[in-house]
């Protein structure tokens, strides 16, 4: 039998060390100045964005900056695939480039519409609490 394929069982190197707690995670490293950045998301699936209220987040203490769409213009630019995928008839599947934060309409529940950098991940978090979005 082949050492590689499918239906092969894949050995896992990382359970020891998690399973005892000595595991490290990306939430455990902090550098020197480091800021923490929090996405405020959509809860809807489909809705107009008229106004976005982001002046009481930019006020809130330890806020390095918070953007919305229209505050970065057309410096966020969009998604791209490099991959072309297919459907079972071969056809080529549609897709469509995403902005990074949705200015005039969201589309799907969880799209990003606005960005909080703070110094601290708390004050990130409030400060997204902060936005109004309409």
Known sequence: ??????????????????LTGSGRYIGDVNLPGQAHAVVLRSPHASAAIRRIDIGPARRAPGVLGAFSARDLGG??????????????????????????LAADRVRYVGEPVALVVAETLAQARDAAELIEVD
Not at 3 to 16: A, C, K, L, M
């Open 75 to 100: 410096d966020l630019g969009t998604t791209s695939i490099t991959i072309q995928r297919r459907r079972p008839d071969g056809s080529p599947m549609f897709w469509r480039a995403h902005q990074g």
């Open 1 to 18: 039998m082949n050492n590689f394929g499918i239906g092969q069982s894949v050995p896992r190197v990382e359970d020891s060390r998690f």
